[in-house]
């Protein structure tokens, strides 16, 4: 696939230099494939490095990299060799690959067919109280009971998951999606996976559907969302990310709205935002229905289900929160206004002043003086800001030690937590009275090393804090007393789900 526009452009600056498609052949196209698609190792394209800067990409190919496969070709290839390489994984391909039906289908993996496992736990633990949690350090799962906060089953994953991992069936199934586009189901009840399947190249986040028929996967590579089937994970339809006019955009993020039986869809370059329904007939407003779609076996065909209802905004929004009732979206623009879309009416109703990019996705909310805020860390702000739902006029900006990321709450806590991802101050993890809007403690779990993502378990008793670093540990707080309770050393915890916080759609957690 365009090998030899894609060595003109690496050589381009250098003609006489090192051949870094023939240096990539000999050492890198065994693990990461031939086109950097990839393979046992990662996709090596501009999109999939994550946060991996090219001077960090140089020393992993240098020096290896811990707890994978990776190992070093510093004694193999001189220092000019490695640049050259490095500026030839950074160069994008010259078209979007293809990744359709048939590529899908090809990497489908049946570990057990549908049925075929006990339907009964190996393990004693309440089903509604279990977590989670990823670490990303070697590229593990841990599931941990949240009643006596110990592991139950440490397992592999696929590398670099993206988008937090969604659960079925009331806890029992879980579907992860890799960066890579590969799509894990796994059975926690009998600690195994079931199936997996290889989405798309470059994936956001999945999301499954409320009545567990469902898995829709948001694609910036190829410019698409793929449609599997829960229970087997293999492809019921593709749709691509265009708009009416045919321009071609990457998904930034697809949510399930269980109310609506929907899935809403984020866009990076095109101003639309999608509602797509898996009701069945669906709603009016999808456009028309045909009642009777079969294949020729006689069955109903759901390839033809999964209308697009079409929602003009005024600026791409590719971040945004859902009210708790998801009836609106607060979307963040790329200009630093936001904007407010009625999912009902189908148009932008509101404009938010939104000055230091808000990490919506990562809003929540509650009860405040006879309304209902919205809280958002910002990512280039030291600040939180709130908004009144009701009005959407703000409310307060809460000055913090440096910009965050994540914000999490519990309804049966009287406080928020938000970490201070970036910046010097990583180490800091703010506690907010949910009435006064005020900073009522900073906890530094681990001086020197960035904590991040709360977790509350079902009943908002206890929360989990990571700490992140490969060095690092899960730090249970009570959430009433912020005093410690436990530790637990982990390979950078990152992101870490409850079951019932997730199925119940709690507001005090990202949906």
């Known amino acids: 696939m365009g090998m030899s526009l894609q060595t003109s452009q690496a050589q381009a600056a250098d003609p006489t230099g090192p051949d870094a498609n023939a240096l990539y052949q000999q050492h890198c196209a065994s693990c990461h494939g031939a086109d950097r698609l990839g393979g046992t190792g990662p996709a090596l394209l501009p999109e999939n490095m994550g946060r991996l800067k090219p001077k960090q990409a140089a020393k992993v190919i240098a020096e290896g990299r811990a707890a994978t496969q990776m190992i070093g070709y510093k004694n193999q290839i001189d220092a000019a060799g490695i640049q050259a ?57 841990t599931l941990l009971d949240g009643d006596s906060f110990e592991p139950i089953h440490r397992f592999p994953t696929r590398y670099a998951l993206h988008g937090g991992p969604k659960y079925a069936e009331g ?33 956001r986040n999945l999301a499954v559907s409320h009545d567990g028929r469902f898995v829709m996967v948001a694609n910036y590579l190829p410019h698409n969302l793929v449609i599997l089937d829960a229970a087997t994970l293999k492809p019921v339809k593709l749709i691509e990310a265009r708009d009416l006019r045919g321009n071609s955009s990457r998904v930034s993020a697809v949510y399930t709205a269980d109310p609506r039986s929907s899935f809403i869809v984020a866009l990076k370059d095109v101003p ?74 189908g148009r932008v109703v509101a404009s938010i002043d939104l000055p230091g990019m808000p990490h919506l996705s990562s809003g929540i909310s509650w009860p405040w003086n006879n309304t209902t805020v919205l809280a958002t860390p910002n990512i280039r702000a030291n600040s939180i800001s709130l ?28 406080y928020a937590w938000v ?21 009522v403690k900073t906890l530094r779990p681990a001086p020197g090393k960035t904590s991040a993502h709360v977790e509350f378990t079902k009943d908002g008793r206890y929360a989990l804090v990571s700490i992140w670093d490969l060095d690092g540990a899960l730090v249970i707080y009570d959430a009433k007393t912020l005093e410690e309770i436990k530790r637990l050393p982990m390979k950078k915890p990152s992101g870490k789900y409850n079951v019932h916080n997730k199925l119940s759609r709690s507001s005090g957690t990202s949906h």
């Open 419 to 439: 970490d201070v991802f970036f910046g010097k101050h990583s180490d800091a993890m703010h506690v907010i009275d949910k009435q006064s809007l005020e900073i």
């Open 387 to 414: 908004f009144d739902i009701e009005t959407w006029q703000p409310v307060k900006e809460i000055e913090t030690l440096g910009p965050g990321f994540f914000m999490r709450s519990h309804e049966n806590s009287p």
């Open 171 to 203: 806890g029992r199934y879980v579907y992860f999606a890799s960066r890579d586009g590969w799509i894990s189901k796994f059975d926690t009840f009998n600690l195994t996976y079931v199936a997996e399947v290889r989405a798309g190249i470059n994936s």
């Open 85 to 141: 390489l490095v500026d030839y994984i950074f160069t994008p391909l010259p078209e979007i690959p293809r990744w359709g039906e048939a590529e899908i289908l090809a990497s489908h993996i049946q570990h057990h067919p549908p049925g075929s496992l006990p339907d009964k736990p190996k393990f004693q633990a309440d089903i509604d109280n279990l977590f989670i949690v990823v670490e990303l350090g070697d590229h593990h799962a």
């Open 272 to 345: 639309e935002v999608w509602e797509i329904s898996y009701q069945i007939p669906p709603p009016k407003g999808f456009g028309q229905w045909i009642h009777d779609h079969r294949d020729d076996s006689g069955e109903q065909n759901e390839a033809n289900h999964f209308p697009i209802r079409r929602i003009l905004v005024e600026d791409y929004l590719d971040d945004f929160f859902l009210t708790q009732d998801y009836s609106q979206i607060a979307g963040t623009a790329r200009g630093g206004e936001g904007q407010v879309v009625d999912l009902d009416l």
